[in-house]
């Protein structure tokens, strides 16, 4: 019999961290990542179980030249923050973020509690990371991701 | 000043029934969705918020020769339905349909209560539907999807 598709996404094991070259690695310590759709056997996107600890954030502030990404709040209070601005994200927001945008975004928590999301990003190909904040740039291809300063050194 | 990308998915528009040709659509008359994704501007994938009264389904029974399909389910309790069987999600449980595994699935609301989920679709171009239940093929392109029986003639 095959492999039935339903699971609760607490029981994918967790990950911590980001790969990012460090310094920056450290500044998102506070993030445990759950696979969910690798955990499914999905491909065309993720999907993540994120959960951000007081202090944490999501991840340097970024955004994609391909790759849509949307999240939706399932415990806890997020603070988005944009170019723009601004916004706290609590249970049951959205937020979603065009790719090319060209405005990085990341979540941060700031509450003394837990937050918890649903993370879903596609995986075009050709996809590239800008940090409008910190001397870091990434390249998709080939994966795995590979990280640049903004003069082209490799981390 | 841009557009903010924080949104309550609640407050989207909600659009009841499918676009499946008669006899069809009426089995779907109880489900209502929320496009999300579209109303955060996203493309490369779609993001729903769904809601399935009580006696309704979300769809014939399906599978994507292209599409990954994720759901996760917010409030109230599902029966997810396979060629493998039945499985019951509640609040909180995931389930992923890889593209092209054959299996056709639909959800279930055999509760006297509405029930609530998030369901994500990439946009794959030439995805195809298969329905193993009913006489009924849709094809992708051109957009918008087109209904044909299994014999080739449209409905």
Same mark, same amino acid.
């Given at each position: 019999m095959a492999k039935l598709p339903v699971i609760d996404p607490r029981d994918v094991p967790?990950? $911590?961290?980001?790969?990012?070259?460090?310094?920056?690695?450290?500044?998102?310590?506070?993030?445990?990542?759950r696979r969910v759709g690798e955990a499914l056997g999905l491909r065309n996107f993720g999907v993540n179980l994120?959960? !951000?600890?007081?202090?944490?954030? &999501? /991840?340097? $502030?970024?955004?994609?030249? $391909? +790759? #849509?990404?949307? !999240?939706y709040?399932?415990?806890?209070?997020?603070?988005?923050?944009?170019?723009?601005?601004? +916004?706290?994200?609590? +249970?049951?927001?959205?937020?979603?973020?065009?790719?090319? &945008?060209?405005?990085?975004?990341?979540?941060?928590?700031? &509450? @003394?509690? @837990? /937050?918890?999301?649903l993370?879903v990003?596609d995986r &075009?190909?050709?996809?590239?990371?800008?940090? @409008? #904040?910190? #001397?870091?740039?990434?390249?998709?291809?080939?994966?795995?991701?590979?990280?640049?300063?903004?003069?082209? +050194?490799?981390?």
């Amino acid at each position: 019999m095959a492999k039935l598709p339903v699971i609760d996404p607490r029981d994918v094991p967790a990950q $911590r961290g980001a790969s990012y070259p460090q310094p920056f690695a450290q500044r998102v310590a506070g993030r445990v990542r759950r696979r969910v759709g690798e955990a499914l056997g999905l491909r065309n996107f993720g999907v993540n179980l994120t959960l !951000i600890e007081p202090g944490g954030q &999501s /991840a340097l $502030r970024h955004w994609h030249t $391909r +790759q #849509d990404e949307f !999240i939706y709040v399932l415990e806890g209070e997020l603070v988005l923050v944009t170019s723009e601005g601004e +916004q706290l994200l609590g +249970q049951g927001m959205a937020a979603g973020f065009p790719a090319g &945008s060209g405005d990085g975004h990341h979540l941060v928590n700031r &509450s @003394p509690y @837990p /937050a918890v999301y649903l993370e879903v990003g596609d995986r &075009s190909p050709g996809d590239d990371v800008h940090y @409008p #904040d910190d #001397d870091l740039l990434g390249h998709a291809a080939p994966a795995p991701r590979v990280f640049r300063n903004r003069e082209g +050194q490799p981390y």
